[in-house]
């Protein structure tokens, strides 16, 4: 919890950590910060470890972590967000209506 209200979540991808993993670990801190702290605004922070083909090239499951599932599937449910390779602020009020599970389909 920061001074002004806003939920400041940290999570780091391991280098073992598969997609799956990840995505399920970060909707994870999500929905716990939202049961702590419920409807505050939130700001996710990620860093992601050991993933990296060549420094700053992420391997194609990290790539599709921080392009894709964060911006459909986690940043309703966060004020903010900033990975290594992308950040950015929700335009829409932020959502605290975060479903029980989450479920990824290939």
Known sequence: MNHDNTVSIYYVVKADESFEEAANGVFNAVKEAQKRFPDWPRALYIDIFG????????????????QEFLFSTIAPFVTALETPLVDGLNPHPQRNDLPDVLRITS
Not at 51 to 66: A, C, I, K, N, V
Request: charged share 40%.
């Open 51 to 66: 993933h990296e083909r060549t420094p700053g090239l992420f391997e194609d499951e990290m790539l599709e972590l921080q």
